[in-house]
C-alpha cells in the first residue's frame, strides 16, 4: 500500500526522498483502478461505516433508550440487522479506531492507547479497510474525527497515507474536543473556519462535516463508494447550538446538551439514508452504525440518568462489558432482512467484512473474520474463538475508577470465550508481570450479564484457560506481513544523475494472484529503465514481486525541487482486477557546499520534527520558527545550531564535498530547565551507514561531542530519538553543527 517512511537512512527507508507536500487531491487521482466489478449478478455496493463518539449501549432506543429519543436508527435497526454482542475493541478512542481501521486487535495493533505526549499513529504498513477497497476502484472518504497525529499533512498516519482519498475533519484526538474549531483539515491543508474566529462559535463542526459527508455521496452516486463518517458527537463537552426538545428538562445543562447530541447523531444518520433514497441508491448501500467505545461521564454528564450502558456494567476505560460492547445496526433495503444476532462481533471484523461485500483481497494476517455472510442471511459466517482486549489508560473518571475498584489507571485486559468473560489488572505497568501477580476475575455471561458476581474461585481451571488466552493474544511488537505495493527511493536524485527505485507488490492475502505487474511513473522527461523484471505470473499468496528502476532527471531538472514518482502494482484477483499505487516524492538535492559552512545556514534535503519546526540557532519546543531562546548547554550559549524535538530527522546534501562534521549534541537549557526527566540518543548516518551513536542524552549529563571523517559522504542524516519513552521535554539541540571543505 502507499506508504510514507520515516526518513531514517538504516532502515529500507529512500536516502534522498523528501516529505511530500503535493496537494493530497493530485495524489489521490495518480492511479484510480477500474471500478470494482459486479458480482454473481449483483450490483457492487457502496459502503457506509458510521461511528459515533461515546455513544453507549443503550443510548439508542433500539438498545432500550427511554429518555432520549433516536427514531431514526430504531427505524434502521428494525429495518436491517441488530447486533446485541457487537464489541468495540478498546475502551477508548484512539486504539478502538485503529482496529476498526485495521482489523487487529489491541494485542496487536498499532495503537493501543490513547495519546499521551505524543499523539498515536499509524504505520506504512497498516493496511486500513480504505486501502484494501479503492485498489477495487472505490472512491474513498473519512469525514469527521480521525484521531491519529502528528497533527501535519505529511505523515504515515495521515488518511490520505492509508488509502482515503478524501478528508475533512479533524486529524488530531484533542483537537476534535472543539467542536467551535478555528479550522478543519481538508485533505494535507487546515480549512480556516472564519465563523469560529477569535472564539467565535458561527459554525458547528457536526454540521460542517455532515454537509461534507452528503457532497461525497453525492458525487459519487454512481459508484461505488466508501464512505467511513466520523462525527464527534456525542463526545465530550456537550456542545451543541440548540438542545431542542430537551430545553423544558429538569436536567443538567451538560445533560440536556449530551442528550441533544445523541439526537443530532440520529439525525445525522436520518440525513445520509434520505440522502441514498433521494439517488436511488440505497438498495445498493449497506450502513453499518457503531460506537468506538462505551458511555462517557465527561464534562459533566451523568450516565445513570440516561441508563446509558443499559443492562451493562461500567462506561467508557473499564474492560467490562459496558465499557466495550457496543450498539452495531447493518442496514441495506433488499439485502439485508431484519433481524438480530447474538454473534460476538468485534469491529475488527469490519475489514475483512468490507472487503468479501466489496470484492476485494483482505490481508490474512488480521484478527476479524469476514460477517459478510451474515448480513446475507447465512447462519455460516466464521465465528471468533475468542475476543481479547487491552487497556493502557492513564486518564481517570470517577465512575469508572468505581467500577474497576480504583484500578482505572492499572495496565488491564480481558478476554471472552463463549459466554465466559475474564477481566485481569496488572499492580505495576508492565506486561510481562508474571501471572500471579495480576487480579483475575471472572464471569459467567450467560447468567450474569451485568459481571455482578465473580467466579473465579470456583473456576480454577477456566481461569487458568483464559489467562493464557490473554498471554497468546498478545504480542510486543506485531510483525506485518506485507501487502500491496511499497516502493523505496534511493538517491539522492542529482540532475543528469541516475538513481534507483525499488519495489513490491506483495499478494498478503489468501489466494493466487495472475498477471502481476509493476510499473513506475516519473515526470515528463526524467529516463525510468527498469533493471529487474517487472512482472510476474502467477503470483502465489504470499509472495511478492520486486522490481528495480534506474531513473535519471534530466540535466535542466531544477535543484531544490519536489518531484512525484508512483509506482503502480496491478494484478488479476479471483475476485477481479486490483491496483495498489504507492505516490512518492523525490527531491532534486540543493547544492552542496563548496566551502566550510554551518548547517543551519544550509537549504536541507528534508527536515521532519517531533513538535513544532526545526529551528536554526533557536530552541522552542512547539512554538513557531525564529522566535525560540538562543541555543545554550549548562548556561553557555551558541550562536549557530539546530534545535529539534525528538523524534526528528534533518537530511542534508554534503555531495562527497565535506571533509569533516563536527557539532556539540545534548538536551538544551530550553528542556533542561522545565524538567529533568528528558532523554533522548542522537545519531548521524551518511548514505545509510552509522557514523555516529550519542548514547543515552540528559540536560544534567550535558552535550556530547561530534567529530567525524564524512569524506565521500553525499547525504548526511542527523536523527534524534526518544530515550525513555516520554518525549514531553526533549527537545535537542546540534549546536555549532558544521561542515569543513577540503
Not at 482496529?99 to 506504512?124: Q, W
Not at 497468546?472 to 506485507?482: C, F, G, L, Q
Not at 538535492?589 to 517531533?610: C, H, I, M
Not at 524535538?645 to 557539532?663: C, K, M, N, Q, W
Request: hydrophobic share 40%; glycine share 10%; net charge negative.
Amino acid at each position: 500500500m502507499p506508504t510514507r517512511r520515516h526518513f531514517l537512512a538504516g532502515s529500507a527507508a529512500a536516502v534522498g526522498l523528501a516529505p511530500l507536500s503535493a496537494a493530497p487531491e493530485a495524489r489521490a487521482t495518480a492511479a484510480d483502478p477500474a471500478p470494482a466489478q459486479a458480482t454473481a449478478g449483483t450490483a457492487t455496493p457502496n459502503l457506509v461505516v458510521i461511528l459515533a463518539d461515546d455513544l453507549g449501549y443503550g443510548d439508542l432506543g433500539a438498545y432500550g433508550q427511554q429518555l432520549i429519543t433516536t427514531p431514526r436508527i430504531d427505524r434502521l435497526a428494525a429495518e436491517g440487522l441488530r447486533f446485541t454482542d457487537a464489541y468495540s475493541t478498546a475502551a477508548v478512542c484512539a486504539p478502538s479506531r485503529c482496529s476498526l481501521l485495521t482489523g487487529l486487535h489491541t494485542g496487536h495493533s498499532a495503537v493501543r492507547a490513547n495519546p499521551g505526549s505524543t499523539a498515536g499513529a499509524l504505520k506504512a504498513g497498516d493496511t486500513t479497510f480504505a486501502e484494501v477497497l479503492r485498489a477495487r476502484g472505490y472512491r474513498t472518504a473519512v469525514i469527521g474525527k480521525w484521531g491519529f497525529g502528528p497533527e501535519d499533512g505529511d505523515q504515515p498516519s495521515h488518511p490520505n497515507s492509508r488509502g482515503f482519498e478524501e478528508f475533512y475533519g479533524y486529524i488530531d484526538h484533542g483537537h476534535a474536543h472543539d467542536y467551535y474549531p478555528q479550522y478543519l483539515w481538508h485533505n494535507g491543508a487546515k480549512e480556516t473556519v472564519a465563523a469560529n474566529a477569535d472564539g467565535a462559535k458561527g459554525a458547528y463542526a457536526p454540521h460542517l462535516i455532515e454537509q461534507r459527508a452528503l457532497d461525497f455521496i453525492d458525487r459519487h452516486a454512481a459508484g461505488p463508494f466508501l464512505l467511513l463518517l466520523t462525527p464527534t458527537v456525542p463526545h465530550a463537552p456537550s456542545d451543541i447550538p440548540d438542545v431542542g426538545a430537551y430545553a423544558s428538562r429538569t436536567w443538567t445543562p451538560q445533560n440536556k446538551g449530551h442528550a441533544a447530541q445523541i439526537t443530532s447523531f440520529d439525525t445525522l444518520v436520518g440525513k445520509v439514508t434520505d440522502r441514498l433514497r433521494a439517488l436511488g441508491i440505497a438498495e445498493n448501500t449497506i450502513v453499518l452504525i457503531t460506537s468506538d467505545n462505551g458511555p462517557h461521564e465527561e464534562g459533566g454528564v451523568n450516565p445513570e440518568l440516561f441508563d446509558a450502558n443499559g443492562p451493562l456494567r461500567s462506561y467508557k476505560r473499564n474492560l467490562y462489558e459496558g465499557g466495550v460492547r457496543v450498539p452495531l445496526i447493518a442496514w441495506a433495503p433488499g439485502r439485508i432482512g431484519a433481524g438480530t444476532s447474538d454473534r460476538p462481533t468485534p469491529l475488527t471484523d469490519v475489514l475483512p467484512t468490507l472487503a468479501e461485500l466489496g470484492g476485494a483481497p483482505a490481508p490474512t494476517d488480521i484478527d476479524g473474520l469476514s460477517a459478510a455472510p451474515l448480513l446475507a442471511g447465512s447462519p455460516n459466517a466464521a465465528r471468533h474463538n475468542h475476543l481479547y482486549w487491552y487497556r493502557d489508560e492513564r486518564g481517570v473518571t470517577s465512575r469508572a475508577n468505581a467500577e474497576d475498584a480504583g484500578r482505572a489507571t492499572w495496565l488491564a485486559e480481558a478476554v471472552r470465550k463463549d459466554t465466559w468473560k475474564a477481566v485481569r489488572f496488572a499492580p505495576v505497568r508492565d506486561h510481562a508481570l508474571p501471572d500471579a501477580r495480576w487480579q483475575v476475575e471472572l464471569y459467567d455471561l450467560a447468567s450474569d450479564l451485568g459481571e455482578q458476581h465473580d467466579v473465579a474461585a470456583a473456576h480454577p481451571s477456566v481461569v487458568t484457560d483464559l489467562v493464557a488466552l490473554m498471554r497468546s493474544s498478545w504480542a510486543d511488537t506485531y510483525v506485518r506481513k506485507p501487502f500491496g505495493v511499497r516502493a523505496q527511493v534511493q538517491g539522492p536524485a542529482v540532475p543528469g544523475q541516475p538513481f534507483t527505485v525499488t519495489a513490491t507488490l506483495a499478494n498478503g492475502s489468501a489466494k493466487p494472484w495472475t498477471g502481476a505487474l509493476l510499473a513506475l511513473r516519473a515526470p515528463t522527461g526524467w529516463q525510468v529503465r527498469a533493471t529487474t523484471g517487472t512482472g510476474r505470473d502467477p503470483l502465489p499468496a504470499g509472495a511478492a514481486l520486486t522490481t528495480t528502476w534506474q531513473v535519471t532527471p534530466p540535466p535542466t531538472a531544477a535543484a531544490g525541487t519536489q518531484w512525484p514518482l508512483t509506482v503502480d502494482g496491478t494484478a488479476q484477483t479471483p475476485a477481479g482486477p486490483v491496483r495498489y499505487s504507492a505516490p512518492e516524492r523525490v527531491s532534486t538535492v540543493p547544492p552542496a557546499p563548496v566551502a566550510d559552512t554551518y548547517l543551519s545556514d544550509l537549504d536541507w534535503v528534508s527536515a521532519t520534527n517531533g513538535w513544532g519546526p526545526v529551528e536554526r540557532d533557536r530552541s522552542n519546543g512547539r512554538k513557531p520558527a525564529g522566535d525560540g531562546t538562543p541555543i545554550s548547554f549548562g548556561g553557555v550559549t551558541y550562536a549557530k545550531g539546530l534545535g529539534v524535538h525528538a523524534p526528528s530527522e534533518i537530511v542534508y546534501h554534503l555531495g562527497g564535498t565535506a571533509d569533516r562534521f563536527t557539532a556539540l549534541v545534548g538536551i538544551d537549557d530550553f528542556s533542561a530547565n522545565q524538567a529533568a526527566t528528558g532523554a533522548t540518543k542522537a545519531s548521524v548516518r551518511g548514505d545509510g551507514k552509522v557514523l555516529f551513536t550519542s548514547g543515552r542524552l540528559t540536560g544534567a549529563a550535558g552535550p556530547v561531542q561530534v567529530d567525524l571523517d564524512v569524506r565521500g559522504v553525499k547525504l548526511l542524516h542527523l536523527v534524534v530519538e526518544d530515550a525513555n519513552a516520554n518525549t514531553a521535554l526533549d527537545h535537542t539541540s546540534w549546536a555549532l553543527a558544521r561542515v569543513t571543505v577540503r
